[in-house]
């Protein structure tokens, strides 16, 4: 298969402080990519570089094809992100968060109606149509923030910790989502600290103090460890780590 995110020995560092150290992966078309690491393991400073909002202090990095050094305003054509803290503007209407990101990528004015009636049916929101987002429950938030952010059908969807404090339904629920979105052939790159979900991602890695210290399935890195889940492979690898903060 196809890569759509390769690196090779990608480096950050912040002064003498070096936040991603030579991590070097690929990520295939289509794949549900686990990104993981404890807090301070330098994760969303690697996904920063990754998504062309941060410059690389050494090393090299293709995203959908173009140059992380060169190619940031392309890059972010091509991909979509939801952050960890909710990224929707909370003070318009449903319908309105739709329209507006839809206007953000590019979709014309019939395509924005197509996608608004499908994002209502889908996510069970017709009657909250006119509802101000500030209003809807987490979990419904969160996978409105999911649809939005692959309403232009990029080819790379990076998540930052999206079910942080979604209620276990409403997790699988907004998996069934990122399962939906790799059908179509949409790449996953998702960062969480529920173990649980490392289990639903085609590989993982580990990074620990900046450097990927595991990549593999989750059943190799399971039988690597001599672990019974991700947890217990994720606790073996975090214990090593020396520092706290991104």
Same mark, same amino acid.
């Given at each position: 298969?196809?890569?759509?995110?390769?690196?090779?020995?990608?480096?950050?560092?912040?002064?003498?402080?070096?936040?991603?150290?030579?991590?070097?992966?690929?990520?295939?078309?289509?794949?549900?990519?686990?990104?993981?690491?404890?807090?301070?393991?330098?994760?969303?400073?690697?996904?920063?570089?990754?998504? *062309?909002? =941060?410059?690389?202090?050494?090393?090299?990095?293709?995203?959908? @094809?173009?140059?992380?050094?060169?190619?940031?305003?392309?890059?972010?054509?091509?991909?979509?992100?939801? =952050?960890?803290?909710? =990224?929707?503007?909370?003070?318009?209407?449903?319908?309105?968060?739709?329209?507006?990101? *839809?206007?953000?990528? *590019?979709?014309?004015?019939?395509?924005?109606?197509?996608?608004t009636e499908e994002f209502l049916y889908a996510l069970g929101l017709e009657s909250e149509r006119d509802t101000m987002v500030n209003s809807l429950p987490l979990g419904w938030k969160q996978k409105l923030a999911f649809s939005v952010?692959?309403?232009?059908?990029?080819?790379?969807?990076?998540?930052?910790?999206?079910?942080?404090?979604?209620?276990?339904?409403?997790?699988?629920? /907004?998996?069934?989502?990122?399962?939906?979105?790799?059908?179509? @052939?949409?790449?996953?790159?998702?960062?969480?600290?529920?173990?649980?979900?490392?289990?639903?991602?085609?590989?993982? =890695?580990?990074?620990?103090? @900046?450097?990927?210290?595991?990549?593999?399935?989750?059943?190799?890195?399971?039988?690597? /460890?001599?672990?019974?889940?991700?947890?217990?492979?994720?606790?073996?690898?975090?214990?090593?780590?020396?520092?706290?903060?991104?």
């Open positions: 298969m196809k890569n759509v995110i390769e690196t090779d020995r990608l480096t950050k560092r912040f002064g003498i402080f070096t936040a991603v150290d030579q991590i070097s992966f690929e990520v295939e078309e289509g794949e549900i990519f686990g990104f993981l690491g404890a807090n301070g393991a330098g994760k969303t400073t690697a996904m920063r570089m990754l998504c *062309g909002l =941060s410059v690389p202090t050494s090393g090299k990095a293709r995203v959908a @094809g173009f140059d992380v050094y060169k190619q940031q305003e392309e890059i972010k054509k091509h991909i979509g992100y939801m =952050s960890q803290k909710f =990224s929707l503007y909370n003070d318009l209407k449903v319908w309105e968060n739709i329209r507006l990101f *839809g206007g953000i990528y *590019g979709l014309s004015k019939k395509q924005i109606a197509a996608k952010a692959v309403i232009h059908e990029p080819r790379i969807v990076f998540l930052d910790e999206p079910t942080g404090g979604v209620d276990p339904v409403t997790r699988r629920q /907004f998996w069934e989502l990122i399962y939906q979105a790799s059908a179509r @052939g949409i790449t996953t790159f998702v960062t969480t600290h529920y173990m649980d979900e490392a289990e639903y991602c085609n590989r993982v =890695s580990i990074m620990v103090d @900046g450097r990927i210290e595991a990549f593999n399935t989750p059943s190799a890195l399971k039988i690597t /460890f001599k672990a019974n889940n991700m947890n217990e492979v994720f606790h073996a690898l975090a214990r090593k780590a020396q520092r706290i903060d991104n």
